[in-house]
């Protein structure tokens, strides 16, 4: 018997999602958590095969929840289920760790779609995050040693406040953005970087600074 984890904040998401899970599979048995802290002691009480976490729970981390989760449950399979855009956060979630990413404004076929995959091969993206991949992969676009000069102005701007501690909805009044399209900045700053947290971005653009003193 599998057994399936739904971290989802939102009881109608949850409740739509168990009855997709359980017509999919059988046997299988479905946990819920509606915050972090659940997530912890359902892994810390149960063998579970694979996640479906959603990013935006209350005490949620970000990131930092994958390596968390693999505290308690290393071989545990996580399944980000998010409405964040998929061309933007999915490849930086898999590099953090997750084994795949499915938007919630996908159908029902390719939730289970992603489900099977998840439980039978271990991984999952989509079409769009495959043709992305390829994208990337046929661009090949290099920006020299210092991955600075790739970021945008805008994403200067963003990267400049965010390293002086502007909060993302101080940010997006002091630029006139909207709070997704700062996050969005922001997701795009990591990904250029290389990094997953703001402390490595601070780390990382304080040594090509000292470096490169123009930069």
């Not at 057994?3 to 939102?10: A, G, Q, R």
């Not at 071989?75 to 590099?95: D, G, M, N, R, T």
């Amino acid at each position: 018997m599998k057994h399936i984890l739904l971290v989802e904040d939102h009881a109608i998401v949850r409740l739509a999602t168990r009855f997709l899970i359980l017509d999919l599979l059988d046997p299988v048995t479905v946990h819920e958590a509606a915050s972090l802290a659940e997530t912890m002691v359902k892994l810390a009480s149960n063998s579970i095969d694979l996640i479906l976490l959603d990013i935006n729970i209350p005490d949620g981390e970000g990131f930092n929840m994958i390596p968390k989760i693999r505290e308690i449950s290393p071989k545990v399979l996580i399944l980000i289920f998010s409405s964040l855009e998929e061309e933007v956060y999915a490849l930086h979630y898999i590099k953090a760790g997750a084994n795949g990413f499915l938007s919630k404004n996908g159908s029902q076929a390719e939730i289970k779609k992603a489900i099977l995959s998840m439980l039978e091969a271990g991984n999952y993206i989509s079409v769009a995050v495959q043709q992305q991949l390829l994208r990337n992969t046929l661009d090949n676009k290099s920006y020299g040693e210092n991955p600075l000069e790739g970021l945008s102005q805008r994403e200067l701007e963003v990267m400049d406040m965010l390293i002086e501690g502007y909060w993302t909805k101080e940010i997006a009044i002091r630029l006139s953005l909207t709070e997704s399209s700062v996050s969005t900045y922001k997701a795009r700053i990591f990904e250029k970087l290389k990094v997953s947290t703001l402390i490595d971005m601070f780390k990382k653009v304080q040594f090509f600074k000292s470096q490169n003193p123009g930069a």
